[in-house]
């Protein structure tokens, strides 16, 4: 069963930055597509960004924080990071990694595709 834990979340003024990471247990980390999801009070979950086993050529970001945030993995650590600069007041919400069970030969960007969610982490943005 895999395990996600993820953290770096919290308070923090518009325009910086925050790192989150999410460390995997008890799967194939290397061969894992691995993505960040978010959720804002009110709001549906909905695509942060994703990125393929092969690594960061396989990322693919939302139109909202293209530019802004870096998804970037190591699979020596089993670590999953979401780099997000220039924060918005509407970048808050609850952050949540999700790690695919299948190897797949494109990256996904459906929430259905990821069969594994660890509890999430909040990011608050003050304006």
């Known amino acids: 069963q895999v395990q996600l834990e993820e953290s770096g979340g919290g308070l923090v003024q518009a325009g910086g930055s925050l790192r989150l990471s999410c460390i995997s247990s008890?799967?194939?980390?290397?061969?894992?597509?691995m993505g960040w999801f978010r959720q804002a009070a009110g709001k549906e979950r909905e695509i942060v960004a994703t990125?393929?086993?092969?690594?960061?050529?396989?990322?693919f970001y939302a139109d909202s924080v293209k530019g802004r945030f870096t998804i970037s993995r190591d699979n020596a650590k089993n670590t999953v990071y979401l780099q997000m600069n220039a924060l918005k007041s509407e970048d808050t919400a609850v952050y949540y990694c999700?790690?695919?069970?299948?190897?797949?030969?494109?990256?996904?960007?459906?929430?259905?595709?990821?069969?594994?969610w660890g509890q999430g982490t909040l990011v608050t943005v003050s304006s």
């Open positions: 008890g799967g194939t980390f290397s061969t894992s597509p």
């Open positions: 990125i393929g086993w092969r690594g960061s050529t396989t990322a």
């Open positions: 999700a790690a695919d069970r299948e190897s797949r030969y494109y990256t996904p960007i459906k929430i259905s595709e990821f069969e594994y």
